[in-house]
Structure formats: structure tokens, C-alpha cells
């Protein structure tokens, strides 16, 4: 117990003077308890408000797709550039190094691959969860599979329950089967039935057409998929225009490992993300950063 003796009285209360109970800068999030909202902070620049993931979970479907055959070469140097990276949890521990201190987004369910029918998916254990100071539980959703929507909307539930109760976030990733459309219309179903079931933030796809009404009617924060690998410049391309059209980050797998240079596409992936930079003048920046690689 602090000795009585030699104390100085208090008398800087402050009189007058509210206190300061800012509304959170991530939208939906305002109410969210504090755990949850350290992890979104974490995730999420609080400068830009935006966030640049480096997702290289696709191993859990596809085994060692390009890119990914050895992540302690390809993602390793990769990972001090983002902001927060995604993955499963064997690869966490068995890649990742912890001193690296980046938030992870930790691929929640798992099921079928690429050699079965897709979708099948159960949660991980939420005590591993925990264990691993994952900073969102990112569990599969399969809006429009007749056979496995209402499993893997159950499991972004059970997920939302986890959020309640540890303060994790979750983040509803959506999937797309081989027979829906990324348009406006599904997306729009796709990322609201997310946040509507609990999501603290979506992954979802970007399309050329309406997607700004996709993010108006998603009371919570979406982050674009990178999707299948295309040409730098369409890349960035697509990152500009999912930022500028209310996307809050982009969580980009292929697009930045399968790339001629890898570190110099995440830099220039950044540039769009945080400070807005035009896809030209980000593609310029990738260029000359591969060229400066190279030399």
C-alpha cells in the first residue's frame, strides 16, 4: 500500500473540461466493446482509416499453389510491408516469425479442398484462437450454395458469438460459387447477411458496376478481395477503384506474391491504400522500386 506520508494532494480534475468519448473511426463499430475495437485499431491504419492484409491462406484448399511452395522464401520478406496478414494457423506457427508483431487475421474454418465439393467447412477451436492473439476470426460464408449457405452462415454466427464474449473480431469472408455472379446484386446480398449475422468487417469482391451501394448498405467495414493474379497495373487499378469507391483496404494474395517483385507491388499496393496515390502513379512506383530491386 502507497505510503500516506509525503503525497501531494490532488487538485488537477479538470473541472469544466469534458471528457473526451469520441465515436470509433471504423463504421458499425462505435459500440463495439474495447477488445474489439483494439484489434480493429491494429488492423486498421487510424490515420487512413484503411488497411492493406497479405493473405496467404489459400493452401488450406489448394496446397502449394505458385507462390506459396516455400512462404518462409516468398511471405516472410513480405509480411513486415502490411498491415495485417492472413493465414491459417499451421502456417502461423510454423512460417511466421512472432517477433514480426503483426495482427493476424486467422483463417477460422476449414473443410473440403479443390478436390472435393467446396464449402464444407467447420470452425477451428476458439482457445487456439486466443492462444495465437489473433486479432479477427475469419470464417468462410457461401451465400447462395444450396448445399452448405445455412452451415457456414451458422458458423459466422458461432464466430459473432466468440466476438461477444473475447472480443475478437470477425470477419465474414465471402465466397463465390462457380455459378454466381460478383455483381452488385449478390455482392450487396452477400457482405449485408455477413454484417446482419454479426461480421465486424466483410471480405468480399469488387465489381465495376454498383459497388459503391454494395459498401452504402453494409453497416460494417469491407476489405476487397485481390482474387486471381492480374497484371500489375490492373492490380492497382483495381485497388484504386475499390478504395475510391468506399472499400477500406484490400486483402491481396496473388496479386502481390505471384508478382514479378513482390516487395515492390505491396509498397505500391500501400501508397494507393493510405495515401491515395493514382493507380499510374502507383504502377510508376512499382516500376521504378523493381528496377532499383534489380540493380
Known sequence: MADNEGNIEAKNYGIGIAQKCG??????NSHADWGVQNRLARIFNPKSGNTVMLAFDHGYIMGPTSGLERM????????????????????????????MNKPVALRFSAGSTILTELN????A??????????????????????????????????????TSRYGIPTLGVTAVGKNLVRDARYLGLATRVCAENGATFVKTYYCDEGFEKVVAACPVPIVIAGGKKLPEADALELAYKAINSGARGVDMGRNIFQSENPVAMIQAVKAVVHKGLSAKDAYQMYCDLAKKASK
Open 120 to 123: 464444407n467447412e467447420c470452425l
Open 125 to 162: 477451436g476458439i482457445e487456439d484462437a486466443i492462444k495465437l492473439d489473433a486479432a479477427a476470426l475469419a470464417p468462410m460464408v457461401a451465400i447462395g450454395d444450396p448445399n452448405f449457405e445455412a452451415l457456414t452462415i451458422r458458423n459466422l454466427a458461432q464466430c459473432a458469438d466468440f
Open 72 to 99: 518462409d522464401l516468398s511471405i516472410v520478406p513480405l509480411i513486415k510491408y502490411a498491415d495485417c496478414i492472413m493465414c491459417s494457423r499451421g502456417t502461423l506457427r510454423s512460417v511466421v516469425p512472432p517477433e
Open 23 to 28: 465515436s470509433f473511426f471504423l463504421k458499425g
